[in-house]
């Protein structure tokens, strides 16, 4: 029997690739083959993904010798680890003890109307420009970058660097591209915390803020920069790429665009939970080793083990969600069960901040632009491929 591949392309841009659905069909759990041969259990299982995902003994610590390597990028030494996602406790609780502040749901209904004029702002120069754009620089892109550098004390002069450095990361074919943009990013980041760290009373956003906390017994200045470069590459690329193909998601299904339209902010903000289930742009909830053998759903996975969760299977799955793969913004009761944001101590920290993005950007762009509509097929947009992070290179629209 040919082994089953890991990763594998979608052919919509909204729906899991033909063969995760099989997959998906036939169990909760499964043994597929990544780009070096090696094997890691693939998790198609709403509980089961939950279920591990809140293990203590998984660890996320991409520092580990048996971590597996999902794809070549991830040899690169700038992933060993990443902060947030890639410690364990008790440095994984320390890191969100200090941000929590920053990133709080009373902190992030502070920023609405800041982020709701910024939408408006970015409408109102793509209709002095024309009637078509490039949806996904002049509107997506932006978003998330001007919130991420205001809240870190980043200049968002620089954002032409750093999202074209970020890209170069995140969609390096191999470690060293890799390696060679994560490092171009670290370099500019310690610029940025050594001005701080001269400046009286701090730079400005959460870098100044800690780098006056450096050298104390919970941050280090290589955790503060691990720390720096997690957020700033997390904080706008994927957000970004949620934006543009939760637009394609909604153009394609005008009756559920039609729902969010006339739903008041309560039910927006639950459409915006269901296009995160159905986009599932990051594909994976969490990638984690065995540190002992442990028993789920019938199967043993040893110690040593690699284990993935798929976002975009379990978040399709049946025994918790009613006709998976339609998109229902009305859906009732399942709410934020979904695993696009992952789950357990590691549940992605701007989780409420990527909502509220998320939000203004839908509610401003198709109630300025009524007429807006895609310039080429779905079908046809210029898609990521060979990875596990979603999205595509452009977004043409017309209106």
Not at 27 to 42: C, D, F, P, Q, T
Not at 156 to 170: A, C, I, M, P, S
Not at 304 to 311: A, D, I, K, N, P
Request: hydrophobic share 45%.
């Amino acid at each position: 029997m040919t082994a089953f591949a890991y990763p594998q392309d979608r052919t919509c841009p909204y729906q899991p690739s033909p063969g995760y659905q099989e997959l998906g069909r036939t169990g909760a759990l499964h043994r597929v083959e990544l780009w070096n041969g090696s094997g890691i259990w693939m998790v198609t299982g709403h509980a089961q993904g939950r279920a591990l995902l809140a293990d203590a003994r998984l660890s996320a610590d991409r520092s580990r010798p048996d971590f597996p390597v999902v794809l070549p990028r991830f040899e690169a030494p700038i992933f060993k680890p990443i902060a947030i996602i890639g410690f364990d406790p008790p440095v994984h609780d320390i890191h969100r003890r200090l941000l929590a502040p920053d990133f709080g749901l009373k902190r992030v209904r502070e920023l609405r109307g800041h982020v709701e004029e910024l939408t408006h702002r970015l409408v109102d120069r793509m209709v002095a420009a024309g009637s078509s754009a490039d949806l996904l620089t002049a509107y997506a892109l932006p978003i998330p970058s001007t919130v991420i550098s205001d809240l870190l004390g980043v200049p968002y002069q620089d954002h032409e660097f750093f999202e074209e450095k970020t890209v170069g990361l995140l969609q390096a074919k191999d470690a060293d591209g890799a390696e060679a943009a994560g490092r171009a990013l670290w370099d500019y980041l310690d610029g940025l915390i050594t001005a701080a760290e001269r400046e009286p009373g701090g730079g400005p956003g959460l870098l100044g803020r800690l780098a006056g906390e450096v050298g104390g017994p919970d941050l280090s200045r290589e955790d503060l920069l691990r720390i720096a470069l997690a957020l700033l590459i997390g904080g706008h690329d994927t957000t970004s790429q949620m934006i543009a193909l939760g637009v394609v998601t909604l153009l394609e299904h005008p009756d559920q665009l039609a729902a969010f339209l006339a739903a008041d902010q309560a039910g927006r903000a639950a459409a915006v939970d269901e296009l995160l289930r159905m986009v599932s742009v990051t594909d994976v909830s969490g990638v984690r080793v065995a540190t002992e053998d442990l028993e789920i759903d019938g199967q043993l996975i040893r110690a040593g083990e690699g284990v993935l969760v798929s976002s975009s299977m379990a978040n399709r799955d049946p025994a918790v969600y009613p006709d998976p793969y339609v998109l229902d913004v009305r859906r009732p009761g399942t709410g934020r069960q979904h695993l696009a944001f992952g789950f357990g101590i590691h549940q992605c920290l701007g989780q409420n901040l990527a909502r509220l993005e998320l939000e203004a950007a839908f509610a401003t762009l198709f109630e300025r632009l009524p007429g807006l509509r895609l310039a080429v097929p779905a079908d046809e947009l210029s898609a990521r491929r060979g990875g596990t992070m979603q999205g595509v290179h452009a977004l043409p629209v017309e209106w």
